[in-house]
Every structure is written in structure tokens, then in C-alpha cells.
């Protein structure tokens, strides 16, 4: 008990620094002059110290709460007053109560001749060395290769080299088409005026050629590739050719006659694909057709690739019309 | 009474039974011919080419047979129809009609054929509507659903859509908008979509100002403005002290 008192006591002695005369310090001449005391300012300082606290205080205090109406609000102003009084406070301190002078130097003038010594001394530096060309194309060697190292990490961004991935497809012949759920989809089930999002059958869905959309329309509609379109249904890649959005917005009109045909968008940019003429490009900066996806219908109704896309899947790049598409 | 008198007013009730009948659906047909019938035809059988109508429009339009009273109640109360122009996109307007006219107009164009009723959605859960909201409509009408383009046309916003009219468009698909079958979106989905929908007409803005829930694009661009602007102004404030 005595031993905790003993604590107590010291600590107190500690921080409020009685119990002894302080060390008086050893008088140096002053460099900076002596200012006036500002009693004001000082006093208006500490004000503004205690009021951020607060504020401080208040940012923690609505947090712990968190049942507050509008508490992002009381916690935003919280904050922002605490720096804002602290950067007051700051601004108080360096301008009344920090001794300032203000004292100039003039440029130095030219001198021509130190200028020369200068030169002279590099260039006598290098009187060790006696293969000087070489050593330059060595350190220029060097350094060159760290900075192409520095850029290398930019291949990750692509495929350069190794292209021939890009063209590879989940969809071959006969795989049939599955809904979000897995479910296999039925040529009756497709009803024009609407669409679908399908994948292939028990492949990886995650891989950009995988998604497909499926509409319906009437069969004397379509104008190109008739046969890859039984029932009038037709399947596109869902990627967009331009940037590799999904294509997720098919407009259709309620009548025909004096509205805008059906047409498969893009909500990024606005690419507009034609269904009815192999995902032609309508309007927007697509620079090449969706690529369509050849369909069959099975004996038991059932809706199957019978084939693999017209073209390569997903954003365009600087080969992508050098293949084909492939399984 | 005697029997003879019992059947002779039994007999006269049955024949003023259909009068009555045709008499409100006289109404009906006439609002029908006056604001209707120049597009749609006289008997809801559409009008394929254009063709000199009433109050000089150049009629057009599809056939109404089988849309049912569903498509009917939409188009009316959402003051779509009438159309002035047939080639005009038909867009949100104040309804003509008085709710007696609607009630008619939507029964003598149901009387067409065999249609869909009028559904009664009751909204269901907001958090599963926002994720068959963002799969099936955001694409075109937006986040939350303040609506947008497609090319060719204007998605409108669905703040002023009824519970109502969003369960009729969703089957209906008006204009350009796709339409959703019961397999593609179920009743009870179809109710979730209507809550989240009803929670987009006033969302719960933690953030305070709200920038017309455009997204993060103008939020952050709003911010970037303001702080610039301030940025430029302190440093003017201490170019010029400097200067002084």
C-alpha cells in the first residue's frame, strides 16, 4: 500500500514538477531576438486548442452513439471543425506569438571564372578512368535496362505474344444452352419481345465467351445467316465488341411500323448490335459485329450450339481480326 | 301476384338487362371511337398503313385484340394514349380522361378479346427487388431508376410509376422496353422489383445531398469542383498577401 502511495506521489511530482527548484539554464546568447509576450493571443490559442477537443471529443462521442438521425452529417461536421480549429489555432500561433524577422540576401553575381574551375574540376575527376566510351555505354546499358524493367510489369495489361488464348471459346458443337440456373432451354420456351442470358452446358462460366443472348424473332425478319437461326431464334455473345461490357439492354418495338427495329445495346457506350443481320453494328463505336453463336434445336427441344461464334469474343485488340474463333 | 304478371316482369327485366348493358358500354365505345379508333381501328383490329383518322392524325397503330385490360389501364393512366403523333415516343402526360372515361375506355378495349387482367402487385422484399431490379432493368432505367436512353429512344425515370403500372410494364413491355414473362420474372420477383422501385422514390441518403442519384460520375465530380474552386482560391488569397 505504502509502495503504491509512493508511486502516486512520484508520479505526481513528475507531471506537475514540483518538489524541486528547476535546473536553472545555462545563459547562451540569443540568436533569435526576444518578442513580447502576447497574453491575448496566447489566451486565444488555448481557446481554440479546448474547442477542437471537443470537437474531437464529439466525433468519437457520435460514433460510440451510432443511433443518431443524420449521424454521417454530425460526424463529418465533428471532424471538420476539430481540423479546423486546430489549423486556426495554428495559424494564430505563427502569426502573434512566434518570433518572426525577415532578413534578405542578395543573389550572388556571376563570376565566370569559378565557373570554369567548376568544369575543370569534373573534368579532371575522371583522370582514373581509361576506357571512358565504355564505361558510358555500360552505365547507359544499365540504366536503360532498369527502366525497361520498371515497364515490363505493363505486359500483364494483355496478352502480346501469347494471343491465341483470346480466340478460344466454351461453345462447340452440340453443347447445350443453360439458364442462370443451369437449366436446359427449350426452343418453345424463347419468346420473341424479350431476352435471354444463357451459358454453355457444364463449362466454366467466368470465361468471357461463355455468356450468350438469346432472342426470338420472327423468322421472315432475319435478313442474314437464316440457317444458324432455327425458329427464328438467334444467340450473340453478350460481350460488347468495343470495350467488353455486357451487352445488357435489347430494345424492341411494340410496333414495328413507325418505331425504332430490334436492336441489342450496349449500356456503356451505347453499341448498337442488329439481331436480325449477324450483330451488325447500328450506331456507337463498336468497329465489328457481335459475334454469333450458330444454334440448333434437338430432338427433344432442347436449344444446342452447332458450331462455335462467327467471330472472336470480347473487346477488339490490335490482332483480333488476324483469327477465327475457335472451341 | 299472379304468375302470368310474375313472368311478364321477369321476362321485361331480362330484356332492359342488356340495354342497360349497352348503355354503359356505349360509353364506352364512344370514347372509344373519338380518341382511339384512328390508329387502333373501330374494332381494335389496328391500322397498318397510314390512314386519314379523326382530328386530322394520320392514323396508325397495333392491333388491340388480346392486349386485355391490363396493356389499356397502363397506356390510359399513365397518359400515353391518346398519342398525337403515332411516330412520337409515347411518354408520361397528364391523363385526359376522367376515372369514369378510364374505367370504360379499359372495358370496351378488353372486350376485344380474350386479354390479361389488371394485376394487384404488393411489394415484397426491397433487397431482393434490388438485385432483380439491377439484373433485369437497371441496364436501361438505372441504378436507381431514374431512368436514361437507349439509342433511339428515352428511358423515362419511374419515379412517378404506381406499384400498379410497374407490375403491367414489366409484362407488357410498352414501346421499346422488352417484356418479361412469368417465366423470366416470377409474381412474387415481380413484387420485389415493385418494392425496390417504391424504395427508389425515396431512398435513404446517408450521404445528405444526393447529386439526383447519379451515381459516383457527378459525385465525385461535384467534389473535385468544389475543392478545386477552394483549392484556387486560397492560393490566390496567398499569392497576393506574398505579393504585398
Known amino acids: 500500500m505504502t509502495r503504491l502511495k509512493d508511486w502516486v506521489t512520484a508520479g505526481l511530482v513528475l507531471v506537475v514538477g514540483r518538489g524541486g527548484a528547476p535546473k536553472p539554464k545555462q545563459e547562451a546568447p540569443r540568436i533569435v531576438a526576444a518578442g513580447t509576450p502576447d497574453r491575448h493571443a496566447e489566451n486565444v490559442v488555448i481557446l481554440l486548442f479546448l474547442l477542437a477537443t471537443i470537437a474531437g471529443a464529439a466525433f468519437i462521442v457520435v460514433y460510440a452513439l451510432d443511433r443518431l438521425s443524420h449521424q454521417t452529417q454530425w460526424l463529418g461536421l465533428a471532424i471538420g471543425a476539430a481540423f479546423a480549429l486546430l489549423a486556426l489555432a495554428s495559424t494564430v500561433i505563427a502569426h502573434r506569438l512566434v518570433v518572426t524577422e525577415e532578413i534578405t540576401e542578395d543573389y550572388p553575381e556571376e563570376s565566370p ?6 568544369e575543370q574540376i569534373v573534368e579532371e575527376s575522371g583522370s ?6 565504355l564505361v558510358t555505354v555500360a552505365g547507359v546499358g544499365a540504366l536503360g535496362t532498369i527502366g525497361a524493367a520498371l515497364l515490363a510489369p505493363a505486359a500483364s495489361l494483355g496478352p502480346i505474344l501469347h494471343t491465341g488464348e483470346l480466340y478460344r471459346t466454351p461453345w462447340r458443337r452440340g453443347r447445350r444452352l443453360v439458364d442462370e440456373g443451369g437449366r436446359a432451354l427449350t426452343a418453345d420456351e424463347i419468346e420473341e419481345g424479350t431476352f435471354y442470358t444463357a451459358y454453355p452446358e457444364g463449362a466454366d462460366r467466368e470465361l468471357i465467351a461463355a455468356p450468350i443472348v438469346v432472342v426470338r424473332l420472327p423468322l421472315a425478319e432475319i435478313r442474314e445467316r437464316k440457317e444458324w437461326a432455327p425458329r427464328g431464334i438467334v444467340a450473340y455473345s453478350k460481350i460488347c465488341t468495343h470495350a467488353g461490357c455486357a451487352v445488357a439492354l435489347y430494345r424492341k418495338p411494340t410496333f414495328a411500323a413507325v418505331e425504332p427495329r430490334p436492336a441489342l445495346v450496349c ?45 472472336p469474343v470480347g473487346p477488339s485488340w490490335w490482332g483480333v481480326r488476324m483469327g477465327k474463333a475457335r472451341s | 301476384m299472379r304468375p302470368v304478371v310474375r313472368l311478364v316482369t321477369a321476362l321485361a327485366l331480362l330484356l332492359l338487362l342488356p340495354a342497360a348493358a349497352a348503355a354503359k358500354d356505349g360509353r364506352g365505345a364512344a370514347l372509344y371511337a373519338a380518341n382511339c379508333a384512328s390508329c387502333h381501328g373501330l374494332n381494335g383490329q389496328g391500322v397498318a398503313t397510314p390512314t386519314p383518322g379523326a382530328n386530322g392524325v394520320d392514323g396508325q397503330g397495333p392491333p388491340l385484340r388480346g392486349v386485355g385490360a391490363r396493356a389499356a389501364d ?76 437507349v439509342t433511339g429512344a428515352r428511358v423515362p425515370p419511374l419515379t412517378d410509376a404506381t406499384d400498379r403500372q410497374i407490375a403491367e410494364a414489366v409484362r407488357i413491355g410498352p414501346y421499346l422496353m422488352p417484356r418479361f414473362s412469368t417465366k423470366a420474372i416470377t409474381p412474387k420477383q415481380l413484387n420485389d422489383i415493385v418494392a425496390y422501385v417504391d424504395y427508389t422514390k425515396h431512398p435513404d441518403d446517408r450521404g445528405g445531398w444526393p447529386i439526383g442519384h447519379l451515381g459516383p460520375w457527378p459525385e465525385g465530380a461535384v467534389t473535385w469542383l468544389l475543392a478545386a474552386a477552394a483549392l484556387v482560391a486560397v492560393c490566390t488569397l496567398l499569392g497576393r498577401r506574398l505579393r504585398a
Not at chain 1, 449477324?278 to 465489328?288: E, S, T, Y
Not at chain 2, 370504360?104 to 432483380?132: E, M, Y
Open chain 2, 74 to 149: 397502363f397506356y390510359l393512366r399513365t397518359g400515353y394514349m391518346p398519342l398525337a403523333n403515332p411516330h412520337d415516343q409515347p411518354s408520361r402526360k397528364h391523363v385526359v380522361f376522367t376515372e369514369a372515361e378510364i374505367r370504360a375506355l379499359v372495358k370496351s378495349v378488353a372486350s376485344f378479346g380474350n386479354g390479361p387482367p389488371i394485376p394487384t402487385p404488393h411489394p415484397g422484399s426491397v433487397s431482393a427487388g434490388q438485385r432483380l431490379f439491377t439484373d433485369h432493368c437497371a441496364g436501361c432505367h438505372q441504378a436507381v431508376a431514374q431512368g436514361g436512353y
Open chain 1, 128 to 133: 582514373r578512368f581509361t576506357r571512358k566510351r
Open chain 1, 113 to 118: 571564372a569559378a565557373q570554369d574551375e567548376i
Open chain 1, 267 to 311: 449500356p456503356c457506350h451505347y453499341s448498337t448490335f442488329d439481331p436480325a443481320a449477324g450483330g451488325a453494328v447500328l450506331f456507337g463505336p463498336a468497329g465489328r459485329p457481335l459475334p454469333q453463336l450458330p444454334l440448333s434445336v434437338d430432338r427433344t427441344g432442347h436449344l444446342r450450339a452447332a458450331g462455335t461464334f462467327s467471330g
